[in-house]
T-cell receptor, first 115, second 114 residues
Framework: AQSVTQLGSHVSVSEGALVLLRCNYSSSVPPYLFWYVQYPNQGLQLLLKYTSAATLVKGINGFEAEFKKSETSFHLTKPSAHMSDAAEYFCAVSGGTGGYNKLIFGAGTRLAVHP | KAGVTQTPRYLIKTRGQQVTLSCSPISGHRSVSWYQQTPGQGLQFLFEYFSETQRNKGNFPGRFSGRQFSNSRSEMNVSTLELGDSALYLC?????????????FGEGSRLTVL
């Protein structure tokens, strides 16, 4: 079975500081991995995805993530946080028996950005 | 290009009632998935439809059902509502079944059960 663990339900950074949101996955098959962002009272928006091509994936809004098979990790980073980055971030995995459109989500990490 | 549209956005029901939620996918998308989001359980997969057929189902009781129409629009129904069904129900569409998992989500229907 596939699963995702996001370390830290809340992360707080200063504006301009590095953002690092941690995600570890478990999968018996080569996974597809995703980061989604959710702003208050909205649905989820795809930030980036890993589908077995380049291990360093660049997404929207300056975010990127690196797939590390040996560590079963897919951490999300952004060099410099903006106030507008405050939101909840979800890591997700797919590719198991449910197919690639069945996403298994982590519990989410709420990012706060303070001046 | 219009995004995924979900209606209604907010609704309040009482225990024992039933509810139907609607989802219109992005034009040209044929796969529609539904997810339930709650503070306690997080985001959980309900089911996926493709070409009017349920292709995948999550671990939810039979009170949760859905269908897809020939125009790819989808509805989900919850019968005999319980307090624990209060949640944000998210619909997502994608181009095809078995795709790359790039789902496009609607803003959700927030259901409150009293």
């Amino acid at each position: 079975a596939q699963s995702v663990t996001q370390l830290g339900s809340h992360v707080s950074v200063s504006e301009g500081a590095l953002v690092l949101l941690r995600c570890n996955y478990s999968s018996s098959v080569p996974p597809y991995l995703f980061w989604y962002v959710q702003y208050p009272n909205q649905g989820l928006q795809l930030l980036l995805k890993y589908t077995s091509a380049a291990t360093l994936v660049k997404g929207i809004n300056g975010f990127e993530a690196e797939f590390k098979k040996s560590e079963t990790s897919f951490h999300l980073t952004k060099p410099s946080a903006h106030m507008s980055d405050a939101a909840e971030y979800f890591c997700a995995v797919s590719g198991g028996t449910g197919g690639y459109n069945k996403l298994i989500f982590g519990a989410g990490t709420r990012l706060a950005v303070h001046p | 290009k219009a995004g995924v549209t979900q209606t209604p956005r907010y609704l309040i029901k009482t225990r024992g009632q039933q509810v139907t939620l609607s989802c219109s996918p992005i034009s040209g998308h044929r796969s529609v998935s539904w997810y339930q989001q709650t503070p306690g359980q997080g985001l959980q997969f309900l089911f996926e439809y493709f070409s009017e057929t349920q292709r995948n189902k999550g671990n939810f009781p039979g009170r949760f059902s859905g269908r897809q129409f020939s125009n790819s629009r989808s509805e989900m129904n919850v019968s005999t509502l319980e307090l624990g069904d209060s949640a944000l129900y998210l619909c997502a569409s994608s181009l095809e079944q078995g795709g790359t998992g790039e789902l496009f989500f609607g803003e959700g229907s927030r259901l409150t059960v009293l």
